[in-house]
């Protein structure tokens, strides 16, 4: 998998694997899971569902999330999210 555009000094990183998942819960599981993250913690989600490479970015970007993404070569979309609030 490709560098995320992330350095790796992030405060702490936990991964959510929602690969499976169709819209619109690997959102609502990213969602769920963000708050209970430290300030500066970095959140992968793992996603397959196409609809999750629109959503996911939107949803970052509406609340003021870093985001970035990789692909791979089985389709499977890593979203990198930093937690910046």
Do not use: H, W
């Amino acid at each position: 998998m490709a560098s995320t555009g992330f350095s790796s000094l992030a405060i702490d990183a936990r991964t959510l694997d929602a690969r499976g998942l169709k819209c619109p819960l690997p959102v609502l599981k990213m969602e769920k899971q963000l708050p209970n993250l430290p300030s500066g913690a970095t959140l992968i989600v793992l996603a397959t569902d196409p609809m999750a490479k629109i959503d996911i970015p939107l949803f970052c970007r509406q609340n003021g999330y870093a985001c970035a993404i990789d692909i791979d070569a089985e389709g499977v979309m890593a979203f990198s999210i930093r937690k910046s609030n």
